[in-house]
C-alpha cells in the first residue's frame, strides 16, 4: 500500500500564489507518474497536470504558462506551483500517484484532496 498526504492548500486573493505537496510514503517500489487533479462543486475531476518518471510533463489548457508540476524522486513527493490564481481555479485538488510494485501490479493512488479557494 502506498499512502499519500497532500499539503498546501488554502485561501488566496485572485493573482496570488499558492504551492501544493504530496508526499508518497508506504511500500513504495517503483512510482511511474505522478500528478494533481481538481474536482470544483458540481463538476466532475478533471486533470490538472502529470508529471513522468522521465520529468515530461502535461498541463490542462486552462493552466499552462500560470502552473508549473515538478517532483523530487528522491522524497517520493510532487509538487504543483499555481501562480495567477484565478477564481474558476477554486476546486479541491487530488494529489495522484500510478505505482507499479514489485510484483509489476500497478495500482493508482489518491490523495485525501486539499481545498483551494480563490476569492477576495
Known amino acids: 500500500q502506498v499512502q499519500l498526504v497532500e499539503s498546501g492548500g488554502g485561501l488566496v486573493q485572485p493573482g496570488g500564489s499558492l504551492r501544493l505537496s504530496c508526499a508518497a510514503s508506504?511500500?513504495?517500489?517503483?512510482?511511474?507518474?505522478m500528478g494533481w487533479y481538481r474536482q470544483a462543486p458540481g463538476k466532475q475531476r478533471e486533470l490538472v497536470a502529470t508529471?513522468?518518471?522521465?520529468?515530461?510533463?502535461v498541463y490542462v489548457d486552462a493552466v499552462k504558462g500560470r502552473f508549473t508540476i515538478s517532483r523530487d524522486n528522491a522524497k517520493n513527493t510532487v509538487f504543483l506551483q499555481m501562480n495567477s490564481l484565478k477564481p474558476e481555479d477554486t476546486a479541491v485538488y487530488y494529489c495522484?500517484?500510478?505505482?507499479?510494485?514489485?510484483?509489476?501490479?500497478?495500482?493508482?493512488?489518491w490523495g485525501q484532496g486539499t481545498q483551494v479557494t480563490v476569492s477576495s
Open positions: 508506504g511500500s513504495i517500489f517503483r512510482i511511474l507518474g
Open positions: 495522484n500517484v500510478l505505482h507499479k510494485s514489485v510484483t509489476s501490479a500497478i495500482f493508482n493512488y
Open positions: 508529471i513522468s518518471n522521465g520529468g515530461n510533463t
